[in-house]
């Protein structure tokens, strides 16, 4: 049986396929408990420090909303507030909050930090997003997946535009462990880093995943279960807007380029926040194909998931 207690989620890379699943599991549980109008009081007594150097509607919501409604108390944790990175280093502030609160979830610039605080603290880390990976954002993509076509393994992926940012990087992982098919389009800079390709290649071997990258939208999608689609320029990538609008223009995803799947079940999939016009037309993300608004929900439980597995 898999047991999670005092786990923390900082990549997804060093989860088990059958990790992941359990989580999967309790969040569609969750789910329809929520559905049902049935509340649990299972946090109670129970701390949270949120912290966060970088903006959240999402993420934030999710975890406040999921572990105050169970009776926990949530402290969220601006950098404007507390001494990390200041006055203080990582290391110590981790080995405070660690004496303080139950579980820590950050959101900030260097997976390092997550890391480091994970390392530190002694208790569950849970990663809210770094530069390099989102998986409590992957999580609510496979359930989101999932809901929709009954199973993930053999289901085509196909990542549109930015295929260095952490939701190409970390929906590779997902995809890697759950035996999924993934393409990320990109231009030829913008994919992964080699190292992280090639441990999702190991994942791959072992779950049957398949994945592949290419420059051609057209040949990208052909037979896609979902297109997935993020912003072009990352929060603390500002400066680069203007170059990315002109390069990844090619890989938008437009009513066209939904249309060359041959399949008129492909979902649209994108994290949110989304900049409607650059990556992704008005058209798809508000269109019939959309599940945007799902994976969003899909956060909230997926990541009550993540918190029951680990703290309970
Ligand atoms: N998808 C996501 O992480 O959204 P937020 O930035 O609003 O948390
Ligand atoms: N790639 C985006 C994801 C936001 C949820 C960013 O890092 O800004």
Redesign the pocket.
Known sequence: AVNMKGKSILSLMDNTPEEIRYLLDIAKQVKAESRAGIRHQRFVGKTLALIFEKRSTRTRLAFETAFAEEGGHPIFLSIQDIQLGAKESVEDTARVLGRMVDAIEFRGFKQETVEILAKYSGVPVYNG?TDLF?PT?VLADLQTVEEEFGRLKGIKMVFMGDGR???ANSLMVGAAKMGMHYVICSPESLRPEKWLVDECLKFAQESGAKIEFTDNPEEAVKGADVIYT??WA??GEEDKAAERRKLLQPYQVNEELMKKTGKPETIFMH???AVKGEEVTFEVIEGKQSRVWDEAENRKHTIKAIMIATLL
Do not use: A, F, G
């Open positions: 997003l989102h954002q940012n952490n939701m993020d912003v990352s929060m994290c949110l926040p």
